[in-house]
């Protein structure tokens, strides 16, 4: 009795822990693979079989992990969407030492064909109803820091905060960390 309870315990946890991990890993890898075709490309040529061919994996684990096509793109978006939420909410709670931060985000934000295909899902979710709250859930980040940083100009400060975004994920007339600071605080 005493091994069938450490076996059951046990054994299949690890089992499961390494399928869950392995399964997390080519998760990620197709919505990397979504993420670099959207920004080649745009969302139009996001169809199973490119992602998979971009994945270098069979077609049938695209469809294993997201069955349509949409459920790929609002699962890209949400990852997106996620990171930059998180790496709001972890500024530093000085708000000098917050607008040092900040600006180095910026600065290092996505560039080229990921930092385009960030925007573009966004514009994705601004044009569908049902992708809406993602939207929403990055501008309440993004007020509640403007808020926080800039209680008596928040609306400006907001904007000005996507538009640096904005330009700096052209990758064209990139902002320096003085230059989005000077932005943020004029």
């Known amino acids: 009795s005493a091994g069938s309870s450490r076996w059951n315990s046990a054994v299949p946890r690890m089992a499961s ?11 990620r890898l197709l919505l990397d693979a ?3 075709l959207v920004g080649r490309a745009g969302v139009a040529a996001v169809t199973q079989r490119a992602v998979a061919a971009e ?6 684990a695209v469809l294993y992990y997201f069955p349509t ?45 990921e ?6 899902l966004y514009l994705l979710a601004a044009r ?18 403007a808020a926080r940083l800039a209680p008596d100009r928040e609306v400006a400060f ?4 996507d538009g640096l975004f904005l330009r700096a994920s052209t990758g064209v007339d990139l902002p320096d960390v003085r230059t989005v600071l000077e932005q943020l605080t004029s």
């Open 17 to 27: 822990d390494g399928r869950r991990a392995k399964g997390e890993r080519r998760r």
């Open 34 to 36: 979504t993420l670099r």
């Open 55 to 60: 994945a270098e994996v069979a077609p049938s």
């Open 69 to 113: 096509v949409d459920e790929l793109l609002v699962a890209a978006l949400v990852d997106v969407n996620d990171r930059w939420v998180a790496a709001v909410g972890d500024l530093p709670a000085d708000r000098s030492d917050a607008l040092d931060a900040l600006a180095e985000l910026v600065v290092a934000s996505p560039t080229g064909d």
């Open 115 to 120: 930092g385009l295909a960030e925007f573009e």
């Open 128 to 145: 569908r109803p049902e992708l809406r709250p993602e939207l929403d859930r990055w501008w309440h980040a993004l007020d509640d820091l």
């Open 158 to 161: 907001a904007a000005a905060l």
